[in-house]
């Protein structure tokens, strides 16, 4: 009889343990994910992804291990793409890509055949404000001069920022802004500006400047004329704002939808048709990592900004931008010389 009670328990038990069992934690364990950038390597992109990888994976349940592929190519489209269409929607593939990349098919940009509305946002690892930054000596140090003489900037394709934001500044403003495209990533643009093939860059750029390029703002190799946002951010007082130049509220309009990849810098996300559940685990997950002391501490010793934006956040500006007016899509389209992209 004891034998039979015993059996009963232990059968209980085991019937217990299964039902209270994750699933989530069940699917990931001994698994690993595969985590797709959409810059190369030695750049700002990969330098936060490497820093996050061990604390978002550390709080993901069963704890998979995430090995980070760099997916270079048509200004982000080419690892967006990826995602879509090619890369597993179990959870196992995640990815990092250029905060433009979501806008690329609302601007109707040749060959950004998705939509982002249909990808499961899992949150983004800091804001940012964009800027134009030259090389000291480049002659270009101010807006004004941006006004009179030409500046030539690099660029990595056609809807990348590092090509649309000069672009918009040339149409909306009258900057004599040349791009020189072509780059595989922003990091070929740093290198290119220090051996003087051009005079800088433009786009969301200040933190990566800060992981991969400590010196420069410290030791003023570089300069800053002008910051593409709606305000002037503090550590840059003196440099104005694009926002100042605006007379009529259309342009505000449109500077507002151009400006709102700012808002999610280095979003990450999971493909379309991952499961709901497994959403949900990332997206904790990279709450509690974004949290984690350990990746604070980490964050600070490499020089990097983070800032919690959530999922349900950078869904929410997306959907935003999407729900523009066609007339105001429109000429943001023109204003960033995507006509030509399409």
Partial sequence: MQIKIAAALAALALMSGTATADPVAEFYKGKNINWILSAGSGGGYATYAHALAPFLSAHIPGKPHIVIQNMPGAGGIRAMLYLNSVAP?????????????????LYSIRGANFDPRQMHWIGSITSAFGICVSWANSGITKWEHMLEREFIVGGTGAGSQMETMPAMLKQLFGAKVRIVSGYKGGNDVYLAMERGEVHGRCGGLVSSIKATRPDWFPEKKVAVPVQIALQRDAEFPDTPAVIEFVKDERTRQILELILSPFEMDRPILAPPGTPPERVAALRKAFSAAMRDPGFIAEAKKQNIEIKEISGERVTEVIR??????????KAAIAA???????
């Fill in 320 to 329: 935003r931008a999407y729900a523009m007016p066609p007339e105001v899509i």
């Fill in 336 to 342: 960033m010389s995507l006509t030509g992209t399409q």
């Fill in 89 to 105: 929607k179990d959870g196992t593939t995640i990815g990092l890509v250029h905060s433009s990349v979501p806008f690329a098919s």
